[in-house]
């Protein structure tokens, strides 16, 4: 009950995600996680990154201004953190799946919403990510084997939703 989507491109799997959450909830589903809304700003700038979480009315950014010339990574860990902490106690209700932005750095490194990954899973809540291609092993690593490579169609992961959470599906 581990799903997860690869695609190229910068913000691919984010629109994937994004849409495929908007399709649950117009059906009903009940939501817990976060999906990545990229706001750009200036052609001079990166983007903005905002986490909505599902479920609740507000976004949270997760990307910190460094400056033109910065080249470090630009993830406030402060937002990140406040998400989790969100989607962490979403999952006492229950929901009927877990959509999360993406497997990443901080996942990998022990951080960011790795113990939600866990704490779902030992609840039966089934659970969707993204994962870009380096950081793939170290999620397969993770997932020992329990995480599945999911076609990102629209149709394949509605598909996909449906057979994880019949039980629950509105």
Known sequence: MLGFITLEGRGASDRVLVDLAQELIARGVDLAGVVQINRETRPDRLCDMDLQVLGHDHHVRISQNLGPHARGC??????????????DSDLDRQPALLILNKFGKSELEGRGFRNVIGKALSVDVPVLTAVNKSN?????????????????????????CASVTQRRFA
């Open 74 to 87: 630009r993830l406030d860990p402060v937002g990140l953190e406040t998400a989790v902490g969100l989607v």
């Open 136 to 160: 793939l092993a170290g999620f397969l690593r993770f997932s020992e084997g329990m995480a599945e490579a999911l076609d990102p169609s629209p149709n394949a992961l509605l598909e996909w």
